[in-house]
C-alpha cells in the first residue's frame, strides 16, 4: 500500500545526543515536511523540501537539521542544540503542482522522549 | 501571532446531531483550507478541503463553508457519529507561509459524540 512510514514510533534520547527521525513514503510525492506537534497546540512547520537535493526552514527550524538525497526519504535530526525536543514528530508528503491545491498527507509520528 | 485559530478547544454532540468546528483565520492572503482528523498516536488524515474562490464544499456526511469577508469557516458533520470522536485542526495555505502547499495549522478542537 502506499502511504508515509515514520520510524520509530517512541524514541529516547540522553541530554547532549543528536537523534535521527526516518521519514519515507513511496506516494511519488515532491514535497516532504515535518511537523512537531506539543500538547494544546497545533502543528507547527520544522522544515520542507519540494524537490530533492533542496529544503527550506519552517518556523522552527533552529536544533534541527534535514537531508533529502532521495525523493522517497527526508530524515530529521534533532541536535543537542534543541532545547526541548519532547515533542510529537509529524511527517507529511503532497503533490506539488503548480496552480492546483493539494492536501498533504501525514505518518503516524515518531513520540520523542529526553531520559 | 496565531493566524489561525480554533477558539473552542473541545465540543461535545449526541449520536446523530450536528456538529460544527469553526475556525477564524487572519491572513487575507490565505487561498486554501483544508479539515484534519486525528486520533491519539496517530497523524492527521485530511477529511476535505476548500478554495477560496468557493463558499461550500460537501463530501458525503462533511461539508466545509467557507466566509471570506468574516475570514470564518467552519465544518459541519451530519450525522454525527461515536467514530468521528478525535481532534480536528483546521490548516490554511498561502499568503506569508511562503512556497509550496506550506500549511499554518489552528490549535484543534476535541470533538466526542456521546451514545
Known amino acids: 500500500d502506499g502511504g508515509i512510514t515514520q520510524s520509530p514510533k517512541y524514541l529516547f534520547r540522553k541530554e547532549g545526543q543528536n537523534v535521527t527521525l526516518s521519514c519515507e513514503q513511496n506516494l511519488n510525492h515532491d514535497a516532504m515536511y515535518w511537523y512537531r506537534q506539543d500538547p494544546g497546540q497545533g502543528l507547527r512547520l520544522i522544515y520542507y523540501?519540494?524537490?530533492?537535493?533542496?529544503?527550506q526552514k519552517g518556523d522552527i527550524a533552529e536544533g534541527y537539521s534535514v537531508s533529502r538525497e532521495k525523493k522517497e526519504s527526508f530524515p530529521l535530526t534533532v541536535t543537542s542544540a534543541q532545547k526541548n525536543p519532547t515533542a510529537f514528530y509529524l511527517c507529511?508528503?503532497?503533490?506539488?503542482?503548480?496552480?492546483?491545491?493539494?492536501?498533504?498527507?501525514f505518518g503516524d509520528g515518531t513520540r520523542l522522549s529526553i531520559l | 501571532d496565531q493566524q489561525v485559530k480554533q477558539n473552542s478547544p473541545s465540543l461535545s454532540v449526541q449520536e446523530g446531531r450536528i456538529s460544527i468546528l469553526n475556525c477564524d483565520y487572519t491572513n487575507s492572503m490565505f487561498d486554501y483550507f483544508l479539515w484534519y482528523k486525528k486520533y491519539p498516536a496517530e497523524g492527521p488524515t485530511f477529511l476535505i478541503s476548500?478554495?477560496?474562490?468557493?463558499d461550500k464544499n460537501e463530501d458525503g456526511r462533511f461539508t466545509v463553508f467557507l466566509n471570506k469577508s468574516a475570514k470564518h469557516l467552519s465544518l459541519h458533520i451530519v450525522p454525527s457519529q461515536p467514530g468521528d470522536s478525535a481532534v480536528y485542526f483546521c490548516?490554511?495555505?498561502?499568503?506569508?507561509?511562503?512556497?509550496?502547499?506550506?500549511?499554518?495549522f489552528g490549535t484543534g478542537t476535541q470533538l466526542k459524540v456521546e451514545l
Open positions: 476548500i478554495s477560496s474562490i468557493k
Open positions: 523540501s519540494q524537490i530533492v537535493n533542496d529544503f
Open positions: 507529511a508528503s503532497s503533490i506539488v503542482q503548480g496552480g492546483y491545491n493539494q492536501p498533504q498527507h
Open positions: 490548516a490554511a495555505k498561502g499568503g506569508s507561509t511562503g512556497g509550496g502547499n506550506k500549511l499554518t
